[in-house]
């Protein structure tokens, strides 16, 4: 059975460099605040009009092709992840098909938030292995600018996230020891609401986790005016409850993808743990025991870019010449849901 190759990875993220100094305008925080607590020092943001999630995911997916020596007609399947798509329905996939004038193929949605590159990268290794598809673009994309509280109420969540648009291009591979070695998908919906986008939704208060809220209102409307008011269609997060259940399932699945191929994490030549918070990376680093030059973080200039995180650092540390071909590489994640999962690849 053939394995799942990267055959050509590519990025995006906007010219517009926003910097902590820059939310001053809008909130009270301070440059030192913000990066003690999350590492963050500047982030990207795309121009309000003329980029959407899937014109940044299209830009980053033009590189990975061109990488993997084939043309947009070649592609065979395309995943889409993002938690921040151009519309409510349709999906992105449909407007990268669209956008790229392929031809008339499938393409697949994910909404696992930070995990969703990763997620999409489990499906898609299926799909090689069993010989449905030879050439699968799988684009990580997120426009998280448009959609945050930039005020003061918001800023524990608006610092944290940025915008920009990871590819690859996956093919299936013969070579002895290259490709994808095993992914691991976990979830736990018992703390869903702790990091949550409410409203607009269709739940109506059914989980009864609104009790400040009129249920009555709720059931009667998609969105109201009391929903905009109470800041329900920004970003919910409470920080210290997702930052303690990351510690420990971060480090738990990556020694999962390990065990399951007979390796020690000092055999880690490279780990690209979603850029969710630097502490949360510096303390998975020294769980599992491995040097600086082992991880790869790029938070600091570009924040929280979820579902876009993952290939983006990945795409980064590959051009910066830290992943070099043989090298074993995990990537891993941890979100929204909560989803987590690890990929583990020689490269």
Known sequence: MPRTKVAGIGMYVPENIFTNNDLLKYMETTDEWIEERTG??????????????????????????????????????IIFATLSPDYYFPGCGVLVQRAMKMKEI????????????????????????????????????EKHSFGLDMT?????????????????VLQPTEESGRGILSTHLHSDGESAEIL?????????????????FDDAEIAQMFMSNKMVDDAQNFPFMDGPAVFKKAIVKFPEVIKESLEANGYLASDINMLIPHQANLRIAQFVQQKLGLKDEQVFNNIQRYGNTTAASVPIA?????????IKEGDLV??????????WASALLKW
């Open 106 to 141: 499938g393409a697949l949605d994910i909404r696992n938030q930070c995990s969703g590159f990763l997620y999409g990268l489990s499906v898609a290794d299926q799909f090689i292995k069993t010989g449905m598809y030879k050439n699968i673009l799988l684009i990580g994309s």
């Open 330 to 339: 995990c990537l891993a994640a941890f979100g929204s849901g909560f989803t």
């Open 314 to 322: 990945l795409c980064e540390a590959w051009q910066e010449g830290k």
């Open 196 to 212: 949550a986008m409410y409203n607009p939704g269709t739940h109506a208060n059914h989980w009864g986790k609104y009790a400040d």
């Open 152 to 168: 003061t109420r918001g800023r524990n969540i608006s610092v944290i996230f940025g915008d920009g648009a990871g590819a690859v």
């Open 40 to 77: 963050i020092r500047e982030r990207r943001y795309a121009n309000r009009t003329t980029e959407t999630t899937t014109t940044m995911g299209v830009e980053a997916a033009k590189i990975a092709i061109e990488r993997a020596g084939i043309t947009a007609a070649d592609i065979d399947f």
